[in-house]
């Protein structure tokens, strides 16, 4: 529920920030509307996971055998993806982090308060501390990529911007992985 919590808000959020970009920049190309933003997040996150639910649902059985292929698979493609991204914009991201470096530093500070406040809002069960620190942590990156292709491929460096958030991300969030997948697995969090 917090990820479809936080896909339906960035209906709203994502055009409203994009108004005030466009007014504090004075850039005219970046209107967004809350169509585009839905039509995005429903067809790569509240699609599959509307689909994964009916299928634990109706096949809990299917469901639960899959489960454990899936997650590494999908850990061997996020691994891929990421490595895939490195040999391609590698090149670009030197430069990038050199000229930046404070905006690295205020990216990572953003990143580290919120997997700490993911944390602290979560339950006590292991699943949930990761799911929120998580959730709470990671932008939308897919969605930060295509609009920043549709209304400014003129500026390649946002793309850049958005690849390193989602590099500072991983890279901080693995330590609070291990550490979590340290603790015994709880059914319920205490309430």
Same mark, same amino acid.
């Given at each position: 529920?917090?990820?479809?919590?936080?896909?339906?808000?960035?209906?709203?959020?994502?055009?409203?920030?994009?108004?005030?970009?466009?007014?504090?920049?004075?850039?005219?190309?970046?209107?967004?509307?809350?169509?585009?933003?839905?039509?995005?997040?429903?067809?790569?996150?509240?699609?599959?996971?509307?689909?994964? @639910? =009916?299928?634990?649902? +109706?096949? $809990?059985? *299917? /469901?639960?055998?899959?489960? %454990?292929?899936?997650?590494?698979?999908?850990? #061997?493609?996020?691994?891929?993806?990421?490595?895939?991204?490195?040999?391609?914009?590698?090149?670009?991201?030197?430069?990038?982090?050199?000229?930046?470096?404070?905006?690295?530093?205020?990216?990572?500070?953003?990143?580290?308060?919120?997997?700490?406040?993911?944390?602290?809002?979560?339950?006590?069960?292991?699943?949930?501390?990761?799911?929120?620190? @998580? =959730?709470?942590?990671? +932008?939308? $990156?897919? *969605? /930060?990529?295509?609009?920043? %292709?549709?209304?400014?491929?003129?500026?390649? #460096?946002?793309?850049?911007?958005?690849?390193?958030?989602?590099?500072?991300?991983?890279?901080?969030?693995?330590?609070?992985?291990?550490?979590?997948?340290?603790?015994?697995?709880?059914?319920?969090?205490?309430?």
């Amino acid at each position: 529920m917090l990820q479809v919590g936080a896909a339906v808000t960035a209906i709203v959020s994502i055009p409203v920030l994009a108004d005030v970009y466009r007014a504090a920049f004075a850039v005219q190309s970046w209107d967004l509307g809350p169509q585009e933003v839905a039509q995005q997040v429903g067809l790569s996150q509240v699609l599959p996971l509307l689909l994964g @639910l =009916v299928l634990r649902q +109706r096949w $809990p059985q *299917l /469901a639960q055998q899959w489960q %454990g292929p899936l997650d590494k698979l999908a850990n #061997a493609l996020l691994v891929l993806l990421l490595a895939v991204v490195l040999v391609t914009t590698g090149p670009l991201l030197l430069p990038f982090v050199t000229a930046n470096w404070i905006a690295l530093g205020l990216m990572a500070t953003l990143v580290a308060l919120c997997l700490g406040l993911g944390y602290g809002l979560a339950g006590a069960a292991r699943h949930e501390r990761i799911t929120v620190s @998580l =959730v709470t942590s990671m +932008r939308n $990156p897919g *969605l /930060a990529l295509l609009f920043a %292709g549709t209304y400014a491929p003129e500026m390649p #460096a946002i793309k850049i911007a958005i690849l390193v958030y989602v590099l500072v991300t991983v890279v901080l969030s693995i330590p609070l992985l291990q550490t979590l997948n340290r603790q015994p697995v709880q059914a319920k969090a205490n309430s």
